[in-house]
């Protein structure tokens, strides 16, 4: 199994997390602030993901079975190794907001 099929499969239970939370959301009228706090922190998390993977993938901390992965990289970490902040973007505000309950 390559790591992209992985990844597919591990990000379909945030993404879907996700769309919940904004059907939720969109029933009370408010999806906007989900869409834009998403957006901001998958921006940051991407970044700090970037620079922190290539560190341990540059010092041979971390590594990866070439055979296993597609080749696109960002500096030197394998496009896979984003995924986990994706499915943290997405995952976590989204179990937020369907968990909680409702104030009368």
Not at 65 to 94: C, Q, T
Request: aromatic content about 8%.
């Amino acid at each position: 199994m390559t790591y992209l099929a992985l990844n597919a499969a591990f990000l379909v239970a945030p993404v879907l997390l996700f769309v919940f939370a904004l059907l939720k959301l969109r029933r009370s009228r408010r999806p906007a602030p989900l869409l834009t706090a998403a957006g901001i922190a998958l921006a940051v998390v991407l970044l700090l993901t970037a620079v922190f993977d290539n560190v341990l993938v540059g010092l041979g901390i971390v590594g990866y079975d070439e055979s296993r992965i597609s080749g696109i990289r960002i500096g030197v970490a394998p496009i896979e190794d984003f995924a986990y902040a994706v499915a943290a973007v997405l995952g976590l505000p989204s179990l937020w907001i369907l968990l909680r309950r409702e104030s009368r």
